[in-house]
């Protein structure tokens, strides 16, 4: 099996020029990132995060872990479901990611789910995790 060379992107070499919208958005100044690992970052955020039907003109844009607020699931099958439609938004809207892991735990409590996504880019050799509190 061929090894993938990693992947050297030009904007990430121009530390002044921001190549895309950081998150969270700020009024007045915009937040920026300056290279593609922080904007990948946060465009898996937005992804996950975005409600189908949401986004104009893109109605099929988004994750379906928010559709699971009015589940009425066991702790196991609400991981599971999770895990399940983010695994699908990414295959859809980010197919050079690859998901390693998605931990999710429910604190019924403060009604929220926690949830974790072990992911990798293809080409580069570093991993990354992203961390979600969802409010249910």
Known sequence: MANLVPKIYPNDLDVNTPIGIGFPLNVGTPNHNYNTTAQVHDNLRNLILTIKGERPMQP????????????????????????????EAVREWMPALTIEEVQVTANPDNNKILIEVNYLVQGWPASDSLNLTVNI
């Open 60 to 87: 099929n844009f988004g994750s379906d872990v928010y559709l699971l607020v009015f589940e009425q699931l066991y702790e196991d099958d609400l991981a599971q479901a999770a895990r399940q439609a983010i695994k």
